[in-house]
C-alpha cells in the first residue's frame, strides 16, 4: 500500500533562499508530523497536526520555520532566508492518531551552500 | 520532560548470536515506548511499541523488547541476529499523542 510520500528527495540550495517541503501523509491518517535530522542535534521534533486544531508549533526552532496542512491532507513546510544549519534531512510522519505508531516517509535531504 | 538515553552508539554482534540494543526511559508517569529502525537513505520503519500490558513485547522482523519498570529500561532484542538486521535503531518516548522524543540512535552491525 502507499506510504508516507514527501518530495523532493533532495534539494540544494544557496543561502539565503526559500524552500519549500512537501508531504503526503498515508490516507485517512488524521495526524501529521515533521521532524529534522541532523548529525549534530539527531531527531528532533518540529510540528504536528492533528485532524483541524490548531497545530503545535513548539518545536519550530525560528520564525524562519513554517508549515500548513491543507485540507487535512497534503503539508508543506517552508523555511524563509535558508542558513547553513538548515543542512538537514527533514522528515515528515503520519498516524491514525491516539498512540498509534508513525509511519515516516523517507524524508527530504536540505543543502544548504 | 520525557526522555531516553541509548547508553551505546554501537553495537557489533556476530550473525547467529543474540542482540541487544539498550534504551533506559526517564517519564513521570506510563511511559508509551517504541522502537524504530532506519536504513540508509531511507525514513524509520516502526519496529514495536509498548503501551500498556505484558512486559515482552513482540514486534517485527523477529525483534521484541522487554519493558522494565524497575529499571526504567526497554531494550530491544533478538535471538539470533542476521547481517541484514545492520542498522541504526531508535528508541523513542511519547507522553501524549503527539510528537516522539529519540534517543541519540544506536548503530548496530552484524558481523558475517
Known amino acids: 500500500g502507499a506510504g508516507v510520500s514527501q518530495s523532493p528527495s533532495n534539494k540544494v540550495t544557496e543561502k539565503g533562499k526559500d524552500v519549500e517541503l512537501r508531504c503526503d501523509p498515508i490516507s485517512g491518517h488524521t495526524a501529521l508530523y515533521w521532524y529534522r535530522q541532523s548529525l549534530g542535534q539527531g531527531l528532533e521534533f518540529l510540528i504536528y497536526?492533528?485532524?483541524?486544531?490548531?497545530?503545535?508549533k513548539s518545536g519550530l526552532p525560528s520564525d524562519r520555520f513554517s508549515a500548513e496542512r491543507t485540507g487535512g491532507s497534503v503539508s508543506t513546510l517552508t523555511i524563509q532566508r535558508t542558513q547553513q544549519e538548515d543542512s538537514a534531512v527533514y522528515l515528515c510522519a503520519s498516524s491514525s492518531g491516539g498512540n498509534q505508531p508513525q509511519h515516516f516517509g523517507d524524508g527530504t535531504r536540505l543543502s544548504i551552500l | 520532560a520525557q526522555s531516553v538515553a541509548q547508553p551505546e552508539d554501537q553495537v557489533n554482534v556476530a550473525e547467529g548470536n543474540p542482540l541487544t540494543v539498550k534504551c533506559t526511559y526517564s517519564v513521570s508517569g506510563n511511559p508509551y515506548l517504541f522502537w524504530y529502525v532506519q536504513y540508509p537513505n531511507r525514513g524509520l520503519q516502526f519496529l514495536l511499541k509498548y503501551i500498556t500490558g505484558d512486559n515482552l513485547v513482540k514486534g517485527s522482523y523477529g525483534f521484541e523488547a522487554e519493558f522494565n519498570k524497575s529499571q526504567t529500561s526497554f531494550h530491544l532484542k533478538k535471538p539470533s541476529a542476521l547481517v541484514s538486521d545492520s542498522a541504526l535503531y531508535f528508541c523513542?518516548?511519547?507522553?501524549?499523542?503527539?510528537?516522539?522524543?529519540f534517543g541519540s540512535g544506536t548503530q548496530l552491525t552484524v558481523l558475517p
Open positions: 523513542a518516548v511519547v507522553r501524549s499523542a503527539r510528537q516522539l522524543t
Open positions: 497536526f492533528q485532524g483541524n486544531s490548531a497545530p503545535d
